[in-house]
């Protein structure tokens, strides 16, 4: 159904006309009772993202990815909880679109080695229509593990991680404090954020962490 919003109104309530277009209504501006203009969603173009940009260009060490092996050794004992911060099941919205977060491996191996992830986890992540969304926690991560020599990574990737069609997902304090009350399923506080992310945003993190996986987080295995 056309909603027809005349011109002098639309002024004073555009904040909301704006949301109700998004939210997908037909709305049409009017000048005295006669249509003028159409407000349609701007959809914004996305190509299909390409895995193996940096493949024959990076190396790994065979224990990089080794479980428990954190770059901040830290020891996770019982943490200080309220009765309230069991972690609990979250289900993720569903959204219009798929909005994944992807492990710091997950990063790696879609730039280097995409063969290691399964064929159903590279089309979601080249689906021009799913939000991919890089934690800044990872890059601190894989910058802990290149100074390491864990890891080699060329072409310069940590300065411009963002060019591969992801999305960047700060750590904010909301983010800190969820992980902070997580129980102590997993020892590794780059996880641990990440665990945390996916709850507090609703996310469906992408990992091969066995883990990770049995912290009742929404994953998708890789």
Known sequence: MVKLINIQAAKTH????????????DVVLAKSGKPMVRLVR????REARQPGR???KSWEAPDCWQPGDSEMESSIEEPILREDSVLMPVLPRRPRALRLLLDSHVVVWWLTSPERLSAETRALIATPGNDILLSAASIWELGLKVARRKLVLLDDYLDSPLG???????VTIEHAQRAMRLPPLHGDPFDRV???????EDLLLVTADQVI????VPTREA
């Open 194 to 200: 990440l665990i945390a992310q996916a709850l507090e």
């Open 54 to 56: 940096l493949a024959g």
């Open 42 to 45: 701007y959809a914004q173009t």
């Open 14 to 25: 555009l904040s909301r006309i704006v949301e109700e277009v998004v939210e997908g209504d």
């Open 164 to 170: 591969d069609g992801f999305e960047e997902l700060p």
């Open 213 to 216: 996986s049995s912290c009742k």
